[in-house]
């Protein structure tokens, strides 16, 4: 060694600081990589994704190899350090030239290329395997020899395992968050995946048209009214009851009536024989579901009826696929933001659709409208001109009708 001269020496110690920052870099970034992302350049054929897996199947492996070699170059740099120093300036600058190596390697080598792996990690992934990959065919007896003492040490607390790792599948809300955290996906396709992740959550009820809101023909109306309503009507299909929608005997299809209409000896009669059968849906049936059931039955429309057999009310394909895709029609806005930051809602609005627009988290489980939410919240429907803070929202009825609140303005949080 006294024969190597100091600049040999010094480059030597330069380049067991890189090599040392390679290995820390290449760790972090290793862990880091998002394995979802590497199974996908897996499928492309990414030569180095495929090198970067098949390391990471085997995680016990690749940190023996990696905190062997690591070690290795820095015990190696304290003792190039040591021999520099007493060189240089004799036993009395060991000290300083050992602290001076520490502070080297823990900026140099340590902080900053883990960094560079925690902010690039397929970078330095995709790079590191093509030379770890040889690396741990040369080492891999040492490796093994170090793995099998680590696992003996583990073993004492039930980590009996430590060779492969598996991907974690994701539940619902950690795929909703990866959704909603995907900056680059444009927002009307991350409101279409939201969207389709909640169809096995929300049911039916959800989504349909209420009873007192439905469109349909009552048989014991004049003939006159309802060729009336036949030809204003701006729905394809409409129920056909007696008296009340529970009365309810089948669904018309307009195209198959309208050319009867003027035929002077139309009567009620042509409806009753151009009827199909009343198709029912129970309450609880979810949204997956009953688009199945559609899809399996060739039906676009279906009543929604209670435990009793009472009808609740009204879904048809269009609100289903209205469910995933969003308005299909432009309507005028159930839910208007105003310019300080308020919100104007109808409080017919369903609570999901609130809270889809608004990325609120209203609660679901109970009410399905913002108006029985309410009306619950209070236990009375309240008069105009009333504030009350609703899970964390400061409220104010705007209009209401005798039985029923009917706007309402959120408030902006301050």
Known sequence: MNDISLSILFGILAALLII??????????????????????????????IKAHQLLKRPDRLLGLILLGNNFVNILAS?????????????????????????????FSEVTPKTLGALKPELLALLSSWIYIPLLKIFYPLVWV???????????????????????????????????????????????LLSILDLESASVTDIMTHRNEIVGIDLEESVEDIIEQLQN???????????????????????????????????????TNSLSKPFFIPASTSIHKQMQIFKAEKLRIGLVVDEYGDVQGLVTLDDLLQEIVGELVSEEPDIKMQKDGSYLVDAGVTIRELNRITHWDLPTEGPKTLNGLVIEYMETIPEPGTSVKLHGHIIEIIKRDENAIKLIKFNPKR
């Open 20 to 49: 040392s920052a390679f290995f820390s870099g290449s760790e972090t970034a290793l862990m880091t990589l998002n394995r979802y992302r590497l199974q996908h350049l897996v499928k492309k054929n990414h030569k180095g994704a």
């Open 79 to 107: 003792s190039l350090t040591t021999l520099i120093a007493i060189r240089v300036s004799g036993d009395n600058a060991i000290a300083p030239a050992i602290g001076l190596l520490a502070f080297g390697l823990l900026v």
């Open 146 to 192: 170090i793995n099998s003492i680590s696992s003996l040490l583990l073993w004492p607390f039930g980590i009996k395992n430590t060779s492969n790792t598996t991907l974690e599948s994701l539940n619902k809300d950690e795929l909703k968050s990866i959704v909603s955290d995907a900056n680059h996906l444009p927002a009307r396709y991350q409101n279409m």
């Open 233 to 271: 009507s701006p729905h394809t299909r409409l129920p056909v009851y007696k008296k009340n929608i529970d009365r309810v005997i089948g669904f018309l299809h307009l195209r198959t009536i309208l050319s009867q209409i003027s035929d002077p000896d139309f009567d009620k009669h042509n409806i």
